[in-house]
């Protein structure tokens, strides 16, 4: 049963809750298509990965990659777990200063830096930024030069690891828009400017080898990848890596058939790897940092939809449209990813067929799930689909005009309003009127 494969539970009334919250009074209460994270699965996630370093008795560095659900309350909760922040962007660095995220625990990535967000970033003296090119180099020199400050940097290299995963979350290949490639010669040359430099405090290297990653082997390979460049290094430059940040990427069960690690394990055979190869390469541990995005929040979201229209194509497909679609999950569209749904108003009631579930943009692509196992379904029935904590409200578009759904928080069985549901004149509120700026003549 589907239910059987998510941590959620139902109530007295036969409905699905969420941190002992009904999904029924939720949806009610604010509409929907609406996002519901329980906060304590969360704090969880978080506390997991940092007791690992402490269990191993290792100094590590859990940096929550934003990206993945960046808001003002997301990021307060962050905060609160003790979690350093991962921003790639101006708007993610602003909402940490939003959420007075102490800034020296932000780090900034980005394969395109500006001068802006190099100079945002100088500014408020975050913990470090993340060099991905020669670009960055130059753009935070002239910054230094102008703020008269310093700033720690790691150089992030792509070891040639191509992780077991869709090619689109895939960054630790040799073709890869990030980082610089550590075999032909780049990353050793930006570590030449780097070294020695009067304002530019190089801490460590770091990569990340891509996204929902299942296995620990790719993140054990790229280390020893590392670790042969490290040692070249520490014999020719003398160099010793502070930091090794090695990314995030830590999968997370979207559907019954995924099976990921307790995240625990993740951390204690990175450490082992670094120990292993410290000892091998007679090397001073360096800190370990990890940057897990998806991890923390994935399975913490659902997203509540009602289910309108139904269209059944006898022999072929009976499909179900829902209140929401590609503009508040744009994942299936993007990386053909799967989910589990279960009609929230009964989730326990056994599947008598299997329909497939569209979103409501005027786009075929714009499929929610395919082949989902339901009961009947009757008009206005809730539709809850598990796992929508990551990439979902962050990758949320305005396509077809359609606004941006409401953000709720549970804990401690109570709901907070986090995000407001956007509204129509949120929409149009940039727009400028062209009426009166330009007359016009019609063709005759
Ligand atoms: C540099 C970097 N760090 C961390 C992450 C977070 O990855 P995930 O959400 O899979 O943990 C990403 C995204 O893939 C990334 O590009
Ligand atoms: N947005 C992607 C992951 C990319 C992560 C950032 N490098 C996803 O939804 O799976």
Known sequence: MILDAHPFNVNTKGHLEIGGVDTIQLAEKYGTPLYVYDVEMIRNHARAFVQAFRDAGVHGKVAYASKAFSTIAMLQVAKQEGLCLDVISEGELYTALQADFPTEKIHMHGNNKNEKEIAMGVEHEIGCIVIDNFHDIDLLDLELMKQEKTMNVLIRVTP??????????????????????????????????????????????????????????????????????LAAWKEKYQFESEVLNLGGGFGIRYTESDTPLPLAEYV????????????????KSPEIWIEPGRSIVGDAGITLYTIGANKNIPGVREYYSVDGGMTDNIRPALYQSKYDAVIANRPEASPEKEVSIAGKCCESGDMLIWDLPVPQIQDKD????????????????????????????IEGGQDYLVVKRETYEDIVKNDLSYEGIKSFTSAK
């Open 268 to 283: 204690k055979d990175m450490i082992q790897s670094v120990g292993q190869n410290c000892h091998k390469y007679n090397m």
């Open 160 to 229: 040639g690891v191509e992780s077991k995963t869709h090619k689109y979350i895939m960054t630790g290949n040799e073709d890869s828009k990030f980082g610089f490639d550590l075999q032909n010669g780049q990353a050793e040359d930006a570590l030449k400017k780097l070294l020695g430099h009067p304002r530019i405090n190089l801490k460590g290297l770091h990569c990340h080898i891509g996204s929902q990653i299942f296995e620990t082997d790719g993140f054990r390979v790229a280390a020893d990848i590392l670790f042969v460049k």
């Open 382 to 409: 809730i539709l809850a689909v598990f796992s929508t904590g990551a990439y979902n409200y962050s990758m949320a578009s305005h396509y077809n005009r359609l606004t941006k759904p409401a953000v709720v928080f």
